[in-house]
């Protein structure tokens, strides 16, 4: 349920099949890598937008890619005449699957990938045409916990380990781009303008997080609305650089910032809001006026 990342319907055999994507894979080898930061617990004033966990450091895939470069230099070092081929995140591989059967942890039912340290943790892998001694996999741990089906405010859980992309915070605010949000979801995006951590937040096994080791943070957890929709797309791109939101881009997070705007329900807003009703960007413009709409149902 994918809503409308294409990507990852294309080529589902070598999702499934390493060896379609890399022929001489014999092994592949994965590595975990924490990214939570001490950055408090989340909460803050109604006037700053929140991100993701994950967008605090500085965008990931370099730095893992050159972990496991450094580690496939090693084993290709250390056995002679080996080959190795890494992958961070932007291959065909269904790397969920592959974690999981190298003992990573188990598929939570939010549907991420989960372990005694929580899921705060980003992976990264290499296929090895070598023959190695297989780990074993870890055994389902959840338990009867409903707890991160029971949060998510846009209910885009369907059942346990499903994700419906389509009703997701986390994929609307960062995947979801160009394009206006729903209004049926919009309530529930509460104060996110990129990502959302809810069913992480509440997961049990989040208590035993680790800190990480190798990112350090390069953005807040929380941001001011204000500050955000004064940027121009050009100090948006240079605040931002090397980040996930820049990725994402100025006008998809400013449609997420004038989201949470209106879900604040701050009447301080009301300035900003009425400049975007009538910006030459037709999504920016209606989602301000939709936010306008939702403080002024406010009863004074």
Same mark, same amino acid.
Request: aromatic letters at 10%; charged letters at 25%.
């Given at each position: 349920?994918h809503?409308?990342?294409?990507?990852?319907?294309?080529?589902?055999?070598?999702?499934?099949?390493?060896?379609?994507?890399?022929?001489? !894979? @014999?092994?592949?080898?994965?590595?975990?890598?924490?990214?939570?930061?001490?950055?408090?617990?989340? &909460?803050?004033?109604?006037? &700053?937008?929140?991100?993701?966990?994950?967008?605090?450091?500085?965008?990931?895939?370099?730095?893992?890619k050159?972990?496991?470069?450094?580690t496939?230099?090693?084993? +290709?070092? /250390?056995? *002679?005449? &080996?080959?190795?081929?890494?992958?961070?995140?932007?291959?065909?591989?269904?790397?969920?699957?592959y974690a @999981?059967?190298?003992?990573?942890?188990?598929?939570?039912?939010?549907?991420?990938?989960?372990s005694? =340290?929580?899921?705060?943790?980003?992976?990264?892998?290499?296929?090895?045409d @070598?023959e190695?001694?297989?780990?074993?996999?870890?055994?389902?741990?959840?338990?009867?916990?409903?707890?991160?089906?029971?949060?998510?405010?846009?209910? !885009?859980?369907?059942?346990?380990?499903?994700?419906?992309?389509?009703?997701?915070?986390?994929y609307? =605010?960062?995947?979801?781009?160009?394009?206006?949000?729903?209004?049926?979801?919009?309530?529930g995006?509460?104060?996110?303008?990129?990502?959302c951590?809810?069913?992480?937040?509440?997961?049990p096994?989040?208590?035993?997080?680790?800190?990480?080791?190798?990112?350090?943070? @390069?953005?807040?957890?929380?941001? /001011?609305?204000?500050?955000?929709?004064?940027? =121009?797309?050009?100090?948006f791109? *240079?605040?931002? *650089?090397? &980040?996930?939101?820049?990725?994402?881009?100025?006008?998809?997070?400013?449609?997420?910032?004038?989201?949470?705007?209106?879900?604040?329900?701050?009447?301080?807003?009301?300035? =900003?809001?009425?400049?975007?009703?009538?910006? +030459?960007?037709?999504?920016?413009?209606?989602?301000?006026?939709?936010?306008?709409?939702?403080?002024?149902?406010?009863?004074?």
């Open positions: 349920m809503a409308e990342m294409g990507y990852m319907a294309r080529d589902p055999a070598s999702r499934s099949d390493i060896q379609k994507w890399f022929p001489g !894979a @014999r092994t592949v080898v994965f590595g975990a890598f924490s990214y939570l930061l001490g950055t408090g617990d989340g &909460t803050g004033p109604e006037s &700053t937008g929140r991100l993701a966990r994950y967008a605090v450091p500085p965008d990931y895939h370099d730095t893992l050159d972990i496991m470069r450094k496939a230099a090693w084993c +290709e070092s /250390e056995w *002679k005449g &080996t080959a190795a081929k890494v992958f961070v995140d932007t291959s065909p591989i269904l790397e969920r699957l @999981r059967y190298a003992g990573l942890g188990w598929v939570g039912k939010n549907s991420m990938l989960l005694r =340290t929580g899921s705060f943790f980003l992976i990264a892998g290499m296929a090895l @070598r190695l001694e297989p780990d074993i996999p870890v055994t389902d741990h959840c338990g009867s916990c409903s707890r991160c089906l029971d949060a998510c405010p846009t209910d !885009a859980f369907p059942q346990p380990r499903v994700l419906d992309a389509s009703r997701c915070i986390a609307f =605010t960062v995947e979801h781009r160009k394009k206006p949000i729903p209004q049926e979801f919009r309530e995006h509460g104060e996110w303008i990129f990502g951590d809810i069913c992480q937040d509440v997961c096994w989040n208590r035993f997080a680790p800190k990480s080791q190798i990112f350090e943070s @390069r953005l807040p957890l929380r941001i /001011e609305l204000e500050e955000l929709a004064g940027l =121009t797309p050009e100090l791109n *240079k605040r931002f *650089k090397g &980040t996930p939101l820049r990725r994402t881009g100025w006008s998809s997070v400013i449609r997420n910032v004038l989201l949470a705007m209106g879900n604040s329900k701050d009447r301080n807003h009301i300035p =900003t809001l009425n400049r975007f009703a009538s910006h +030459e960007d037709p999504i920016l413009a209606e989602q301000a006026r939709w936010s306008l709409g939702r403080i002024d149902k406010i009863e004074m």
